[in-house]
């Protein structure tokens, strides 16, 4: 069997295309806060990333850098200063931050109608609770690429390979809001291998390149590789994907599969936070009433 490679490049533009249409909907384009502290140059990329298609999706970037050196107290009033800003309708804190900040206590300040990474604590609360809020943008992103090529997932065995607030858990909340059977791995997990074998559909985000390989799939099982490392010969996941290709019904790709997705679905979330917050000040700045 040679699995499908599931386009991500592919959805993510159609994504982007949704999420341009809906901003020019809104009564006032959305803004989008980016903090960034400090010059860790992967960051730098990342962010710049989602500027550039923020305002290609026609939304305000208000971008805030802030030195490396900011004391916590000057990063928190920061945050709440765009918290309290009308014309800032989703906030960003870009990680990792450097090591003397508490970036937990800095993500919480974020009010929970803003929190376009889904990252605060009120934000991880809604999702175990199965409530209504934003979620974080990387799992939301593979939902939309299982759903994009028709998953069942009910009823299905979900493995998720890592535990990380940022992916595994709220992955393994989303599977399991869509009822599928989920089993979550870590480092601690004794027969890695064993109990992927065992997935219908496989989420992989353990950062460690080729984790999984030919022996920890099933046959025609939905192989998503979330990891991204960057090799001499390029970038690759942690699926070994030449092996798993073999076997897998269905694989994303390193690149092109989950990583375009992940800005994508920042912008639609920043789309739904402002559609749950629409705000006067902005709204004029269209020169509408
Ligand atoms: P992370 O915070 O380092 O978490 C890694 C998780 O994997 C941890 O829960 C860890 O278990 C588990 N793990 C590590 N080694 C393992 C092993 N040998 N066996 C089983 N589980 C193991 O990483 P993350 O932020 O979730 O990111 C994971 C990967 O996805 C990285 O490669 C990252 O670059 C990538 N990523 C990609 C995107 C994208 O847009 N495509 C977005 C975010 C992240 P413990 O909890 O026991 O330590």
Same mark, same amino acid.
């Given at each position: 069997?040679?699995?499908?490679?599931?386009? =991500?490049?592919?959805?993510?533009?159609?994504v982007?295309?949704?999420?341009?249409?809906?901003?020019?909907?809104?009564?006032?384009?959305?803004?989008?806060?980016?903090? @960034?502290?400090?010059?860790?140059?992967?960051?730098?990329i990342y962010v710049? /990333?989602?500027?550039?298609?923020?305002?290609?999706?026609?939304?305000r970037?208000?971008?805030?850098?802030?030195p490396?050196?900011?004391?916590?107290?000057?990063?928190?009033?920061?945050?709440?200063? %765009?918290?309290?800003d009308?014309?800032?309708?989703?906030?960003l804190?870009? %990680?990792?931050?450097?090591?003397?900040?508490?970036?937990a206590?800095?993500?919480?300040? @974020?009010?929970?109608?803003?929190?376009?990474?889904?990252?605060?604590?009120?934000?991880?609360g809604?999702?175990?609770?199965?409530?209504?809020?934003?979620r974080?943008c990387?799992?939301?992103?593979?939902?939309?690429?299982?759903?994009?090529i028709?998953?069942?997932?009910?009823?299905a065995?979900?493995?998720?390979?890592?535990?990380?607030?940022?992916?595994?858990?709220?992955?393994?909340?989303?599977?399991?809001?869509?009822?599928?059977t989920v089993?979550?791995?870590?480092?601690?997990?004794?027969?890695?291998?064993?109990?992927?074998?065992?997935?219908?559909?496989?989420?992989?985000?353990?950062?460690?390149? =080729?984790?999984?390989?030919?022996?920890?799939?099933?046959?025609?099982?939905?192989?998503?590789?979330?990891g991204i490392?960057?090799?001499?010969?390029?970038?690759?996941?942690?699926v070994d994907?030449?092996?798993?290709?073999?076997?897998?019904?269905?694989?994303?790709?390193?690149?092109? =599969?989950?990583?375009?997705?992940?800005?994508?679905?920042?912008l639609? /979330?920043?789309?739904?936070?402002?559609a749950?917050?629409?705000?006067?000040?902005?709204a004029?700045?269209r020169?509408?009433?």
């Amino acid at each position: 069997m040679t699995a499908t490679l599931i386009d =991500g490049r592919a959805v993510a533009a159609r994504v982007r295309k949704e999420v341009a249409r809906d901003v020019e909907a809104l009564p006032a384009p959305p803004g989008l806060a980016t903090i @960034i502290i400090g010059d860790d140059p992967a960051s730098a990329i990342y962010v710049r /990333n989602k500027r550039r298609q923020c305002v290609e999706a026609g939304m305000r970037d208000l971008h805030r850098p802030l030195p490396g050196d900011i004391s916590q107290a000057r990063a928190a009033a920061v945050i709440d200063e %765009l918290a309290a800003d009308p014309a800032v309708t989703a906030i960003l804190v870009q %990680l990792p931050l450097p090591p003397h900040l508490d970036a937990a206590a800095l993500i919480d300040r @974020i009010p929970p109608g803003k929190d376009v990474d889904g990252l605060t604590a009120g934000s991880a609360g809604r999702l175990a609770l199965g409530r209504p809020g934003l979620r974080p943008c990387t799992p939301a992103g593979v939902l939309v690429l299982l759903d994009e090529i028709g998953v069942e997932l009910a009823g299905a065995h979900a493995v998720v390979v890592g535990r990380s607030d940022l992916v595994g858990k709220p992955m393994a909340a989303l599977l399991l809001q869509r009822h599928a059977t989920v089993t979550v791995c870590h480092s601690r997990t004794r027969d890695l291998a064993a109990t992927c074998r065992l997935a219908d559909v496989l989420v992989v985000a353990a950062g460690v390149p =080729g984790i999984v390989g030919v022996d920890g799939v099933k046959p025609g099982a939905t192989v998503i590789d979330v990891g991204i490392h960057r090799t001499g010969t390029g970038l690759r996941g942690d699926v070994d994907a030449d092996q798993v290709r073999e076997v897998a019904g269905a694989l994303t790709p390193v690149p092109g =599969g989950v990583g375009p997705m992940t800005i994508a679905m920042l912008l639609r /979330n920043t789309v739904t936070a402002a559609a749950l917050c629409p705000s006067p000040d902005t709204a004029s700045s269209r020169g509408r009433p």
